[in-house]
Nanobody, 122 residues
Framework: QLQASGGGLVQAGDSLRLSCAPS??????LGWFRQAPGKEREFVGA????????YYADSVQGRFAISRDRAKNTVYLQMNSLKPEDTAVYYC???????????????????WGQGTKVTVSS
């Protein structure tokens, strides 16, 4: 099971760190996606587990950072300078055989966790 945690209510400009622990499975890509009310799910960022390379959506580039703790098999999404438009339910997802060219594509991920809600007030 994938378990994302760390969401909450913060003010604009604050920081928040989400965690995802894909226990009991191997994967090549781990991604973060979000879905705001009334909008489609969108790519936030992802990490290639083997090399640790990270990729981000333009909307969060420079504000969000993904890191991993291989010993804990946990991936983190550090969110800084949060904006009201970052308000959404955030999901982590794992692709067991994901490839680089589809790392931003939600349908390339075969395991999804329950989301964690992030609310940013203005």
């Amino acid at each position: 099971q994938l378990q994302a945690s760390g969401g909450g209510l913060v003010q604009a400009g604050d920081s928040l760190r989400l965690s995802c622990a894909p226990s009991g499975r191997t994967f090549t890509n781990l991604g973060w996606f979000r879905q705001a009310p009334g909008k489609e799910r969108e790519f936030v960022g992802a990490i290639r587990w083997s090399g640790g390379y990270t990729y981000y959506a333009d909307s969060v580039q420079g504000r969000f950072a993904i890191s991993r703790d291989r010993a804990k098999n946990t991936v983190y999404l550090q969110m800084n300078s949060l904006k009201p438009e970052d308000t959404a339910v955030y999901y982590c997802a794992a692709a067991q055989r994901g490839i680089l060219s589809t790392i931003r594509v939600a349908t390339s991920y075969n395991s999804w966790g329950q989301g964690t809600k992030v609310t940013v007030s203005s």
